[in-house]
């Protein structure tokens, strides 16, 4: 055999020699000499080296060779091991190489016409065509229509409905499945296909179907911040904005009113044939109750309500019918300056109503501080009807004074006295006994004088 002399040792007189690093060389030599020969688009046989789930390892007579996967068939394939196994001796045809690096790319594919030339030249866009499900993806479904010939159904493509789903709920791979053309463009070998173009465009007879004011029953598929969507049927849907939801209630967001899946009326509102939109109501299902609401809240008028959630600005108060009214923060207090409670039922009384913003504005402050205007005007009008008789008090003693005797002076200065010092129950209490006493007087006058009327037939 032949080695070489790949290292010396003088100091332990050590000599190391290689017949590999000569085989290395030869094949090296070997490679190089093939590849010099090697053109683009040459049919070489290889036999089948390794196998790997990106492609095949080919060896070419000294030299390797990569046969990708993707080159392999035309039609689609999961794993090389479906077409090929190991030292399978094929005719492959020499894609491109690389010199320096010295790497070849093989095709195996290329030695077979291309589908796409054999496709029928009558087939055009907006026929039928049928085809076996391949590739499942976010976006769509790829369909085999011939080997190696493929077109991509858009996942918007399969339902008339606007809310995107997934293709797995329409088909799965391995399903035989019809679709519409929907563009074709051979030079780049790309077919679009359709399959809600199957059944008719809803949208189509949308006007007659669902014209504006009729009635229907929809069902709940989604919520945003501003409203519901509702779906008629499969392909159409309408909103339904938060301020067309209820008459009375104040809603914040969609979902305190209904839930994904319910099943809620709706009358049409308005059509929009050219965006496909819908304008939907709830509340229009009943007529307006505030035309009524107008006749029972007048401004003025006094309810029963139960104060909501109490902020810094004011609070709901749940009044009759289950109408929300708003009582501003300040309207909120009680007697005693007491600021109103949750739950808490009070009366109030309505100081403002908008029917065309569906807005009554309610207050409990005005009502306690009404009554405590109305006990401070019975206080005074009692007051005022006391002094009247004070003043006629007065005037009785008066009259009294004109009218007295000698011996009824010293009772007059001492009623006198309790005028000026202001004690009048005491003058009162001095005057009946004065007014008694000349009572007493009068009837002690009378009497003599109907004795003496008795006396005189006698005389």
Known sequence: MEFKVVKINNEFKNVVVSHKVLIEQEMENQKIE???????????EGTVKNITSYGVFMDLGGVDGL?????????????PEEVLKLDDKINVVILDFDH???RIALGLKQLTPQPW?????SIKAGDRIKGKVVVLADYGAFIEVLPGVEGLIHVSEMSWSQHL???????????????????????????SLGLKQLTPDPWGVITEKYPVGSKHTAKVRN???????????????????????????????????????????????????????????????????????ETVF????????????VTDKGAQVLMPYGVEAYAPYKHLFKEGNVLAKPDEKLNFRVIEFSKENRKIVVSHKVLYEEAVAGAKIAANAEEAKQMEQDAKTLKKVKESVEKTTFGDLNSLAALK???????????????????????????????????????????
Do not use: C
């Open 67 to 79: 046969l990708h996967i993707t080159d392999i068939s035309w039609g689609r394939i999961n794993h």
């Open 34 to 44: 093939i590849m010099s020969k090697l053109e683009k688009g040459q049919v070489i």
């Open 165 to 191: 789903r997934s293709p797995n709920e329409f088909m799965k791979v391995g399903d035989e499945v019809e679709a519409v053309i929907l563009s074709l463009e051979r030079a780049e070998r790309k077919m």
């Open 117 to 121: 030339d054999a496709l029928d030249e």
């Open 417 to 459: 006295t309790d005028l000026e010092q202001g004690e009048l129950e005491k003058a009162k209490v001095k005057l009946a006994q004065l007014a008694d006493k000349k009572e007493d007087a009068a009837e002690e006058t009378t009497q003599p004088e109907v004795d003496k009327k008795e006396e005189a037939p006698d005389a």
């Open 298 to 309: 007048t401004v003025g008028s006094v309810h029963e309500g139960t104060v909501g959630k």
């Open 223 to 293: 919520f945003t911040n501003f409203g519901v969507f509702a779906e008629l049927e499969e392909g159409v849907d309408g909103l339904i904005h938060i301020s067309d939801l209820s008459w009375s209630k104040k809603i914040k967001h969609p979902s305190e009113f209904t839930k994904v899946g319910d099943e809620i009326a709706v009358v049409v509102l308005e059509v929009d044939l050219e965006n496909r939109r819908l304008s939907l109501g709830h509340k229009q299902v009943e007529d307006n109750p505030w035309e009524t609401y």
């Open 100 to 102: 320096e690096k010295k």
